[in-house]
């Protein structure tokens, strides 16, 4: 049986197919577009999924969605007559994009499904899952769990902003959740905008910049803003925020008891906003702690597994981990809203349809997340030579022997080989590489190969059998989901005069063997690389660490500010070209700055709309 998954319309569209319960494709139309979060219907993605499947929408059984639209109309509605007539002016705006689009979103899927075949078209195919089951799905269903508490964290589905679900083999059911307008993910959204970041696209820049700061607003947001039970379970107090109503985030009243107006994009940091990130940070932890806690108490279960926005906090995630209230815990890769194009099949496949599941023998069903497109050698070539590229064809052997001495000698490599990641990660498949040891590799690739904010940090991809020796965790970690802290013995301790500095001057400090990828904390969000899944990957990282005796690389994602990760060759190409990158490996085709057209060269600081 053939099932394919849609999310789209709002952020994030996606695609995912599946055949007889197993995960052949997945991928997000932003990487196609080049529009970073596209919300438009994947039809990019839905044609790349059938063609890596190899057949065509005759031989598509169900098509399903990730959630209801008619419901979340009424929660609109029902908003709004609950607040009327506060928040006219956004209701007004709202409605003609509903009334003439979103409500007949059935109609509007089955038009765009017509546009790439017919017979995806046809109407007792179409399915739609819940946007919370949506999520609990595509965690429970690829773990390797055979019972499991399921946790799902976002802004909003339909009405659900968190749900438990339990899973047991083929069957899936929630049983518990909190409702529209409190939420974890709007509450972490509300201070995104609050210190100048974009909502659904900054809030992994407030996790970054929290380690900066002191968590010395986190009283005032517990007693004023959020009311938290024991059990995790939360309220917010609406008379601070204004996305019920308003066109933004947060009111007057929160601008008053934060001491000003929310910072403007661009505009210069200040001890102040690193403190309300790292209170923000600190007390959604506490509740997401809180939540674990009673439901491993509640329920009895073992496992736990993760979805939602919330899930991509890999710092609390972290915590959640060390805390020990579940023995296993599995996050989906892709735990945003294009997981639930995967998690609606996956729904369809085993609630809907009653198909058996297939328990994952390995760590998990999703393959390592390489679920998008790749490109052979010959169509690689094909396309560099089209766009200019001078390029060497190697060997395997020189392939990696290539790449490994120019890591070694601190040069930024761009790195494209094999299938695309699913999921918001650069995981060895789209990445930019570099050499952890280097105190000023931070600063220069976020500065001059980025163009990003200087304080962002960088994770380090690590060998799974090393990670124990460097770090202070010793499970696996393939999706880069799990902060954890460098080992003691791997630390430099700042001086007295180091700590007293200002927030960002921390930067300059080294504060491990491997600066690049510690955090003014100590901590890092580690991937554990696994020869099962990315061979080449592994065996690269395994080869610097004979040149240089460190198991580990700088591992971002291929894409500069603003850009979604490099997808093609071309794409890849163009973003060597376009930044300070100093040598390209794209399959086996090596690429060396020094050697390209001068003409190719543009600039990429100002090419993408700031994330």
Known sequence: MIVLGISAFYHDSAAAL???????????????????????????????????????????????????????????????????????????????????????????LRAELEKIHPALAEKEKLLFSEHHLSHAASAFYPSAFERAAVLTMDGVGEWVTTSLALGDDKNLKIEKEIHFPHSLGLLYSAFTYYTGFKVNSGEYKVMGLAPYGEPKYAPLILDKIIDVKPDGSFRLNMDYFDYCTGLKMTGRKFDELFGGPARKPEQSLEQ??????????????????????????????????????????????GKLLRDGCFENIFIQPAAGDAGGALGAALAAYHGHEGQPREIARSRDAMKGSYLGPAYDDEETERRLAAVGAKFTVVSDDALIEETARALAAQQAVGWRQGRMEFGPRALGASSI?????????????????????????????????????????????????????????????????????????????????????????????????????????????????????????????????????????????????????????????????????????TSYETAFELD
């Not at 993605?45 to 169900?62: D, P, W």
């Not at 509640?298 to 926005?309: D, H, R």
Request: charged fraction near 30%.
């Open 272 to 317: 102040r906003h690193m403190d309300l990130a790292a209170s923000v940070q600190a007390v959604v932890e506490e509740i997401i702690l809180r939540l674990a806690r009673s439901i491993a108490k509640e329920t009895g279960e073992k496992n736990l597994c993760l979805a939602g926005g919330v899930a991509l906090n890999c710092v609390a995630n």
């Open 18 to 108: 599946l055949r007889d319960g197993e995960i052949v494709a997945a991928a997000q139309e932003e990487r196609f577009t080049r529009k970073k979060h596209d919300p438009r219907f994947p039809s990019a993605a839905v044609r790349y999924c059938l063609q890596e499947a190899g057949i065509s929408g005759e031989s598509v059984h169900r098509v399903a969605y990730y959630e209801k639209p008619f419901v979340k109309f009424e929660r609109l509605l029902e908003t709004y007559l609950v607040f009327a007539p506060k928040g006219f002016s956004s209701f007004r705006k709202a409605m003609p994009l509903w009334m003439s689009e979103k409500l007949f979103q059935r109609d509007l």
């Open 433 to 601: 590489l570099a050499d952890p040891r280097s105190p000023q590799m931070q600063k220069t690739l976020n500065l001059k190969v980025k163009f990003r904010e200087s304080f962002r940090p960088f994770a380090p991809s690590v060998l799974r059998e090393k990670v124990a020796e460097w770090f202070e965790m010793e499970c696996d970690s393939p999706y880069m989901l799990l902060v954890a802290g460098v080992k003691a013995e791997r630390r430099r301790e700042m001086t007295a005069e180091q700590k007293a500095m200002f927030g960002i001057d921390k930067l300059n400090v080294a504060r491990s063997e491997i600066p690049a990828v510690t955090h003014v904390d100590y901590s890092a969000r580690v991937q554990t690389v696994h020869e099962d899944t990315n061979p080449r990957y592994h065996r690269l990282i395994r080869r610097f660490e004979e040149l240089t005796g460190c198991p580990l690389l700088v591992n971002t994602s291929f894409n500069v500010r603003g850009e979604p990760m490099a997808l093609t060759p071309e794409d890849a190409f163009r973003c060597f070209m376009g930044s300070n990158l100093d040598f390209l490996a794209v399959g086996n085709c090596v690429m060396r700055k020094s050697e390209q057209d001068p003409g190719l060269a």
